[in-house]
Nanobody, 117 residues
Framework: QVQLVESGGGLVQPGGSLRLSCAASGSIFRIIAMGWYRQSPGKQRVLVAQITNGGLTTYADSVKGRFTISRDNAKNTVYMQMNSLKPEDTALYYC???????????WGQGTQVTVSS
């Protein structure tokens, strides 16, 4: 089992910045990738950014150049720096962890990001 604790969400003005954090505990030796998804009411949950144990990153086209994902393997924590935030970035952001042996996915409970005013 893997437990995830998310933090860093909040209210920010357009053009502002936030940094999300997700700390994993439990069977952390099984983790092969960590990332962030987001979901707005009535919409599908979509990938924002992901990073593998080897450091390979994936970003949604809508956030390239503005968001940066990083990982501290020693702390089993993934971060996402979000700059130049736009109102359309408003969503509930979920931490996601992929594991092996067996292959499974774990989800955090979500942290709200609101970009307004």
């Amino acid at each position: 089992q893997v437990q995830l604790v998310e933090s860093g969400g909040g209210l920010v003005q357009p053009g502002g910045s936030l940094r999300l954090s997700c700390a994993a505990s439990g069977s952390i030796f099984r983790i092969i990738a960590m990332g962030w998804y987001r979901q707005s009411p009535g919409k599908q949950r979509v990938l924002v950014a992901q990073i593998t144990n080897g450091g390979l990153t994936t970003y949604a086209d809508s956030v390239k150049g503005r968001f940066t994902i990083s990982r501290d393997n020693a702390k089993n924590t993934v971060y996402m720096q979000m700059n130049s935030l736009k109102p359309e970035d408003t969503a509930l952001y979920y931490c996601n962890v992929g594991v092996t042996m067996p292959v499974e996915n774990y989800w955090g409970q979500g942290t709200q990001v609101t970009v307004s005013s």
